[in-house]
């Protein structure tokens, strides 16, 4: 009588369980579905590699748009990269297990949650105003590198978590320094899911809108940022500029392309993810 | 008569406030092996990891009193830990390969050193897998993952790695618990070859083990040495009430 609940409970919450995640499914195919069908019709040799033009836009392309979002995307890898693995390394391997070290932890998770408009008021009060970078491309690169920070370093975290215990013992054991074990069992075994987890953040901030609007992204540039201290166009605005401000009577074609080609970088950079992860999957066996 | 190798002088030792080792007192001999019995829980680890001071890594600990290697004091010497774990290695109660190849793992100790010379490497990894009694199993395999060999293999392949930089003393950390009879009786047959040219201390809960294998036997209850005498003597004349009760099972 009991098992017989209890298989119906169960039966109950699969089928929960099964609706929920077609309804997402479907939503999701849906989404794709309309902006492939209605931005496809756009996506042509002129639209991805010519210059914006702002009166006619069936004329100009994206181009300084991609290269903005593409140029922002290695910035805010240089600076958050490193900074978040290095500081991981360092939560993890070095800071003894007190109160104080807790508290920075938990600090850096809820970093993680806090909205990216807030980083972006951040980004324009000490980036762009104190340190004077102006509106620029580095300004932007460090805002969102910001942003970007937490999460590498909570996804690192974790990545060095999953390499057990009894390695570092083994290598400790056998003489090495724990600067020697970090390098050879440690880096080795966990690096890997610490890029996996890099790149999905930096894929994050490829699509943010809000903070780079107020720290260095212009709706029109007919010329690529030469340096670290120029303005640039990004996929993300330049589309949401399209959307909502434009009058042309194609600007809705040309926003669903703009997000067309967002989504196929966003996913070519996560792909690049899985295929890292699938490879690093099958050789990882404990 | 035989040489002392490690002698433990008034060693206590301390998790934060819980004391887990009282008063120790207790000689290890050279090329003999030793070892350590007691219900659960009682130390034996703790003491073992003493000895290399694999307990330097938890937080908080705290030891008292003098372990002497050869003369020279384990825990005065600051900054000697990587020297003294060369000298003194040891192997796990779960086999902890690296992943790795086998060859890897074995030569990862002479890699740590910096050892450059190829030769001499594949030299002491073969030497070393034959010591371990390994050698044979997997010469045509090196490069295959160290996870692809059994339980047994992979402990005896731990043993190999530890002897490539060439340890005087070897600890061993119930080595065989996770292991069947087979491939415990293997690694009983190599620890006591080995032991002409290693000083060997084995922490075991199974007492037929160290009646089989050891030349000395210690009994530790609650982080206290109750007895330590020749196996023999131990197993078959207990001094202590607390040794005849245990072995005689009327204990745990
Ligand atoms: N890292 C640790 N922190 C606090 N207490 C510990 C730790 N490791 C072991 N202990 C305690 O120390 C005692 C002895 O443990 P151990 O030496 O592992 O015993 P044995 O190897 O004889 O089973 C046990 O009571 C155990 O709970
Ligand atoms: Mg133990």
Same mark, same amino acid.
């Given at each position: 009588?009991?098992?017989?609940?209890?298989?119906?409970?169960?039966?109950?919450?699969?089928?929960?369980?099964?609706?929920?995640?077609?309804?997402?499914?479907?939503?999701?195919?849906?989404?794709?579905?309309?902006?492939?069908?209605?931005?496809?019709?756009?996506?042509?040799?002129?639209?991805?590699?010519?210059?914006?033009?702002?009166?006619?836009?069936?004329?100009?392309?994206?181009?300084?748009?991609?290269?903005?979002?593409?140029?922002?995307?290695?910035?805010?890898?240089?600076?958050?990269?490193?900074?978040?693995?290095?500081?991981?390394?360092?939560?993890?391997?070095?800071?003894?297990?007190?109160?104080?070290?807790?508290?920075?932890? /938990?600090?850096?998770?809820?970093?993680?949650?806090?909205?990216?408009? &807030?980083?972006?008021?951040?980004?324009?009060?000490?980036? &762009?105003?104190?340190?004077?970078?102006?509106?620029?491309?580095?300004?932007?690169?460090?805002?969102?590198?910001?942003?970007?920070?937490?999460?590498?370093?909570?996804?690192?975290?974790?990545? /060095?978590?999953?390499?057990?215990?009894?390695?570092?013992?083994?290598? /400790?054991?056998?003489?090495?320094?724990?600067?020697?074990?970090?390098?050879?069992? &440690?880096?080795?075994?966990?690096?890997?899911?610490?890029?996996?987890?890099?790149?999905?953040?930096?894929?994050?901030?490829?699509?943010?809108?809000?903070?780079?609007?107020? &720290?260095?992204?212009?709706?029109?540039?007919?010329?690529?940022?030469?340096?670290?201290?120029?303005?640039?166009?990004?996929?993300?605005?330049? /589309?949401?500029?399209?959307?909502?401000?434009?009058?042309?009577?194609?600007?809705?074609?040309?926003?669903?392309?703009?997000?067309?080609?967002?989504?196929?970088?966003?996913?070519?950079?996560?792909?690049?993810?899985?295929?890292?992860?699938?490879?690093?999957?099958?050789?990882?066996?404990? | 008569?035989?040489?002392?190798?490690?002698?433990?002088?008034? #060693?206590?030792?301390?998790?934060?406030?819980?004391?887990?080792?009282?008063?120790?007192?207790?000689?290890?001999?050279?090329?003999?092996?030793?070892? #350590?019995?007691?219900?659960?829980?009682?130390?034996?680890?703790?003491?073992?990891?003493?000895?290399? *001071?694999?307990?330097?890594?938890?937080?908080?600990?705290?030891?008292?009193?003098?372990? +002497?290697?050869?003369?020279?004091? +384990?825990?005065?010497?600051?900054?000697?830990?990587?020297?003294?774990?060369?000298?003194?290695?040891?192997?796990?109660?779960?086999?902890?390969?690296?992943?790795?190849?086998?060859?890897?793992?074995?030569?990862?100790? #002479?890699?740590?050193?910096?050892?450059?010379?190829?030769?001499?490497?594949?030299?002491?990894?073969?030497?070393?897998?034959?010591?371990?009694? +390994?050698?044979?199993?997997?010469?045509?395999?090196?490069?295959?993952?160290?996870?692809?060999?059994?339980?047994?293999?992979?402990? *005896?392949?731990?043993?190999?790695?530890?002897?490539?930089?060439?340890?005087?003393?070897?600890?061993?950390?119930?080595?065989?618990?996770?292991?069947?009879?087979?491939?415990?009786?293997?690694?009983?047959?190599?620890?006591?070859?080995?032991?002409?040219?290693?000083?060997?201390?084995?922490?075991?809960?199974?007492?037929?083990?160290?009646? *089989?294998?050891?030349?000395?036997?210690?009994?530790? +209850?609650?982080?206290?040495?109750?007895?330590?005498?020749?196996?023999?003597? #131990?197993?078959?004349?207990?001094?202590?009430?607390?040794?005849?009760?245990?072995?005689?099972?009327?204990?745990?």
């Amino acid at each position: 009588m009991v098992k017989m609940d209890e298989q119906k409970k169960e039966k109950i919450y699969f089928t929960i369980f099964k609706i929920a995640t077609f309804f997402s499914v479907v939503l999701l195919g849906f989404i794709l579905i309309y902006i492939f069908v209605k931005g496809v019709s756009v996506i042509n040799l002129n639209f991805l590699t010519s210059m914006w033009n702002h009166q006619d836009i069936t004329k100009g392309g994206i181009f300084p748009a991609i290269i903005g979002t593409l140029f922002l995307a290695v910035g805010v890898s240089i600076f958050s990269i490193p900074i978040g693995i290095s500081t991981a390394i360092y939560l993890n391997e070095f800071a003894k297990d007190n109160l104080f070290n807790r508290l920075i932890k /938990l600090s850096i998770r809820n970093l993680a949650g806090v909205p990216s408009i &807030v980083y972006g008021l951040f980004g324009l009060a000490f980036f &762009v105003l104190l340190l004077k970078f102006g509106t620029s491309l580095l300004a932007a690169s460090l805002t969102l590198g910001c942003m970007t920070l937490p999460w590498i370093i909570t996804t690192s975290e974790e990545a /060095l978590k999953s390499v057990p215990n009894s390695f570092r013992e083994a290598s /400790l054991a056998l003489g090495a320094t724990k600067i020697e074990t970090i390098k050879m069992i &440690v880096l080795p075994n966990s690096l890997g899911g610490m890029l996996t987890g890099s790149i999905l953040g930096i894929s994050r901030a490829m699509g943010e809108t809000a903070p780079i609007i107020m &720290v260095g992204a212009t709706f029109f540039m007919n010329y690529l940022p030469k340096s670290a201290f120029d303005k640039f166009m990004a996929l993300p605005y330049h /589309l949401f500029i399209l959307a909502t401000q434009h009058s042309s009577p194609y600007s809705r074609e040309y926003a669903l392309g703009t997000a067309l080609v967002l989504i196929f970088l966003v996913f070519s950079l996560n792909l690049g993810m899985f295929v890292i992860r699938y490879k690093l999957r099958s050789k990882k066996e404990w | 008569m035989v040489d002392t190798k490690i002698k433990i002088r008034d #060693l206590d030792f301390f998790y934060g406030k819980k004391q887990i080792l009282f008063n120790v007192d207790l000689d290890f001999y050279s090329n003999q092996i030793t070892s #350590l019995i007691g219900p659960s829980g009682c130390g034996k680890s703790t003491l073992l990891r003493c000895l290399n *001071r694999m307990n330097d890594i938890i937080p908080g600990i705290k030891v008292n009193g003098n372990i +002497l290697y050869n003369k020279f004091n +384990l825990y005065k010497e600051e900054n000697s830990v990587v020297e003294i774990r060369k000298k003194i290695g040891m192997v796990f109660q779960k086999p902890n390969p690296f992943p790795m190849s086998i060859f890897n793992n074995v030569s990862y100790g #002479l890699r740590v050193q910096g050892e450059k010379d190829k030769e001499k490497i594949k030299k002491i990894v073969r030497e070393s897998l034959e010591k371990a009694d +390994l050698y044979d199993e997997v010469k045509n395999r090196l490069n295959s993952s160290a996870f692809s060999l059994s339980g047994g293999q992979q402990q *005896r392949l731990c043993i190999a790695r530890a002897l490539a930089i060439n340890p005087d003393v070897i600890l061993l950390d119930e080595p065989c618990s996770a292991l069947d009879p087979i491939a415990t009786a293997k690694i009983e047959e190599l620890l006591k070859k080995i032991k002409k040219e290693h000083t060997i201390i084995i922490v075991t809960h199974n007492m037929h083990q160290a009646k *089989r294998i050891s030349d000395y036997t210690c009994y530790l +209850l609650d982080g206290k040495i109750i007895e330590f005498s020749e196996t023999n003597e #131990l197993f078959n004349n207990p001094k202590n009430k607390l040794t005849k009760d245990y072995i005689n099972g009327v204990f745990g």
